[in-house]
């Protein structure tokens, strides 16, 4: 089986994302074609110190502690309107369902282009999503994210993610391993859950060394002011 790049513009979808061991990431490149209102991040204290943050292109990072949080970061995307990108980090709460209901209602209205970004090391999907990037595969992780794909439910008048069986998957990430790619899944512009490759350099955003070294300081200090008693 032969995989063909992936090309889709993702703005305005929803997208699972799964981090390369402690190096969380963000397919930028395929969602970089508009200009949003808002890129709002939402993660915890666990993740403080995390690359994800170290962006430096969030209008704002939030960390919800107690349920009257979600209804605030609510009340920030009605406010916003237009193109907003949400994300999601690794260990930050859990979402609400009806914070779930609201994102989708603010779709529905037609005044908002959403797109959100779930970005983990679990194998059990938040969401349905509308495309899931894996990094270069590792032998441990093959049986269980075959098993997360054969999750994928039918929609959009096809069926459940059935393309392979156990054996053909596992070939198919060694070939990917050997050309130093990950694979995305996918149904856009699809008439079943299909499957594509992506190359993780693409995503990186080309910071300079001293930006992120900046970056990294302001971090060691905000630790430092946190952990260390005077």
């Not at 194998?123 to 049986?143: C, N």
């Amino acid at each position: 089986m032969e995989l063909e790049g992936f090309g889709a513009s993702l703005v305005g979808r929803t997208i699972y994302v799964q981090a390369s061991g402690k190096e969380a990431w963000i397919p930028w490149e395929f969602i970089s074609g508009t200009q949003y209102n808002c890129k709002l991040l939402i993660t915890s204290d666990s993740n403080n110190y995390r690359c994800l943050e170290l962006e430096n292109t969030w209008t704002m990072i939030v960390r919800p502690l107690v349920a009257k949080d979600w209804s605030c970061i609510a009340t920030i995307l009605k406010g916003m309107g237009g193109s907003i990108l949400l994300a999601f980090d690794e260990g930050c709460p859990k979402v609400p369902e009806s914070f779930h209901t609201y994102l989708d209602s603010i779709v529905q209205e037609g005044r908002t282009v959403l797109t959100r970004v779930w970005v983990g090391l679990q194998v059990e999907l938040p969401v349905v999503p509308d495309a899931i990037f894996f990094p270069v595969l590792i032998q441990p992780e093959v049986t269980n994210i075959y098993n997360m794909l054969s999750k994928l439910p039918a929609r959009n008048s096809h069926g459940p993610f059935s393309s392979m069986s156990l054996q053909e998957w596992t070939a198919m990430v060694e070939a990917t391993v050997q050309s130093n790619v990950g694979i995305v899944v996918s149904d856009i512009g699809e008439t079943k859950w299909s499957l594509f490759w992506h190359k993780l350099a693409d995503s990186d955003q080309g910071e300079n060394f001293l930006k992120k070294g900046v970056a990294w300081l302001k971090t060691a200090t905000v630790f430092l002011e946190k952990h260390i008693s005077p």
